[in-house]
């Protein structure tokens, strides 16, 4: 199986007067326009996962939301288990429920990826230090679900690899 963590792309600041609610932070309008990219590029090297997952959070919803678009992936389910503050074992433990899939998209914040990502691969969500950058994706396989230490990291793209993979 294979698991994507794709980081929401560039969204605003956090402003308490804005967004007095975090969750509804959403995308910079360039964070948006640059993110299209991305996930055009993406395309190319993942065509098709069998499941889109995402924080229900407003600025990783809408990454899940371009990458539907641009890829012709499945529309983004939301899975609470990727919010920001989230521990990876509830996240793997989430997983559970979409065993028998190949692949599967994961669009959430940090530090909950970043910690995801480190978890799938050393078994401690504190045993690495793996930073995706907003728009970034990671690839993790496994040979079977998704469990802590179980994974090897096959390739990790910031955006800007990804929109240059569009470039003929």
Known sequence: MYVYLIRHAVAHKRD???WPDDSRRPL???GEEEFVGAA???ARIVPEVDVLLSSPYERAWRTAEILAEQTGWPAPEKLPALEPDVPPEKVVIALQTYQGNQSIALTGHR???HELAVYLLTGDAGGADLKIKKGGVACIEFDDTPKA???KLRW???PKVL???TIS
Request: charged share 25%; aromatic share 4%.
């Open 40 to 42: 055009r590029g993406l």
């Open 28 to 30: 910079t309008p360039g």
């Open 156 to 158: 990790l793209f910031t």
């Open 111 to 113: 530090p909950c990826l």
């Open 16 to 18: 308490r007067e804005r």
């Open 149 to 151: 230490g179980a994974g």
């Open 163 to 165: 929109r240059n993979l």
